[in-house]
């Protein structure tokens, strides 16, 4: 009776040692055993779509794991953020955030169930796009100085156009009426390509537009360049001057993209996705793609990412003290 006793323990343990050896191991060492999600605030087909799709078969073959694009658009990118703000800390839910939903949309929408800063930690940029302040070519000015003195003397009578409200753009142009001390009639549209329409009709002198949008135009003389919001001029027209060698010290507004983390991800995790990250946005085909949409390789470390994120979220607070713009 013993031995029967005995033989049923050994066999229910050797049953538990097996049971055990089978599960996958929760060591973030071993990280990643399962597959990882990648969540875009953005719809699928778009540019920034098109480029996770183009990262995920590389991330897969450095991870090990496959990499699931899952597209949550709406609210400004606040869905897709909270989503990512709200899961496991354990490396499986990525967010491929962007500049605005990270910085700006933490200061006009009152009623957030997350906190960007608290409750999510930055991997790794990705990329940046440059703009450019344009105005159509009747307009007299031929330099950025030049401007700023028509709009001194014409105080509201010029017209700027955006894409909408609390864009990039929108805010890049406020920025330089606040920096300059200028009075610029904002006009907003249904999107870029109206904007852009109606700098290059005469229905607003000016805009603040990417390079893919406006180059065309550019090159037919349509619309003239006056600088780059960026601090370092554009590879595509090298000869347009920054708006910081202009005077406007330390002006720099740019679309930017980055990888983020819930905050309590574990740090040996995010190293393994910043490698990956940096190996996959640095091979040739990926510089391909984000050339032919206007974007540059930016990568950094987790701190320099963290650090962009605080200064330009100050950046546009102080800006929004003027403009009071909400969203709730």
Known sequence: MLRKITYVILGAFYLCSFSYAAEPSNDASNYPTKPIRLILPFPAGGGT????????????????????????????????????????????????????????????????????????????????????????????????????????????????????????????????????????????????????????????????????????????????????????????MPDVPTMNELGLNGFNVTSWYGLLVPKNTPDVIVAKLVKAAHEVIESDEVKESMAKQGLDVTIGSPTEFEEIIKNETAMWRELNKKLKITAN
């Open 49 to 236: 779509d098109n480029l996770a799709r183009i990262m995920a078969p590389k991330l897969y073959k450095l991870l090990g794991q496959p990499v699931i694009i899952d597209n949550r658009p709406g609210a400004s990118g606040n869905i897709a953020t909270e989503a990512v703000a709200k899961a496991n800390p354990d490396g499986y839910t990525v967010l491929m955030g962007y500049n605005t939903a990270l910085t700006f949309n933490p200061l006009i929408f009152q009623n957030l169930s997350f906190d960007i800063q608290k409750d999510l930690k930055p991997v790794t940029l990705l990329a940046t796009a440059k703009y450019f302040l344009v105005v159509n070519n009747s307009v007299p000015a031929k330099s950025l100085k030049e401007l700023i003195t028509l709009a001194k003397e014409k105080p509201g009578q010029l017209n700027y156009s955006s894409g909408g409200n609390g864009g990039t753009l929108h805010l890049a142009a406020e920025l330089f009426k606040f920096r300059t001390g200028t009075e610029i009639t904002h006009v907003p549209y249904k999107g870029g390509a109206p904007a852009t329409l109606g700098v290059l009709t005469g229905e607003v002198q000016m805009t603040v537009g990417s390079v893919t949008s406006l180059m065309p135009h550019i090159k037919t003389g349509k619309i003239r360049p006056l600088a780059v919001t960026s601090l370092t001029r554009s590879n595509v």
